[in-house]
Nanobody, 125 residues
Framework: QGQPVESGGGLVQAGGSLRLSCDVS????????MGWFRQASGKEREFIAA????????LYADSVKGRFIISRDNARNTVYLQMNNPKPEDAAVYYC??????????????????WGQGTQVTVSS
């Protein structure tokens, strides 16, 4: 209960595009903020992007600015991460996470109580 479900991961060529989806229909909170994170093997979980209940409020990590786009469709209970021009260093397991909406964005993984199981993204040349 409360866990999101990611989908859309897979193999993508460098310079291509891929869209990840996160189903949050089973969410705990009636209003929520969303975050996308990624974690490569042996590395710490890395913040990628966040979006508030208002879709005009977004935050991106410097590593993905101008390439990735976070969006949401509240009517469909779905959050997206559009990955444009992925690079080999973008390969990782991608997670979406939920937290209760607030006036602030958070980059720390510990600030998000509910996590999906992750979806693997592999980048090839």
């Amino acid at each position: 209960q409360g866990q999101p479900v990611e989908s859309g991961g897979g193999l993508v060529q460098a310079g291509g595009s891929l869209r990840l989806s996160c189903d949050v229909s089973g969410r705990t909170f009636s209003m929520y903020d969303m975050g996308w994170f990624r974690q490569a093997s042996g590395k710490e979980r890395e913040f990628i992007a966040a979006i508030g209940w208002s879709t005009s409020s977004t935050l991106y990590a410097d590593s993905v600015k101008g390439r990735f786009i976070i969006s949401r469709d509240n009517a469909r209970n779905t959050v997206y991460l559009q990955m444009n021009n992925p690079k080999p260093e973008d390969a990782a397991v991608y997670y979406c996470a939920i937290r209760e909406n607030s006036r602030f964005f958070y980059r720390g993984a510990t600030e998000y109580p509910y996590w999906g199981q992750g979806t693997q993204v592999t980048v090839s040349s």
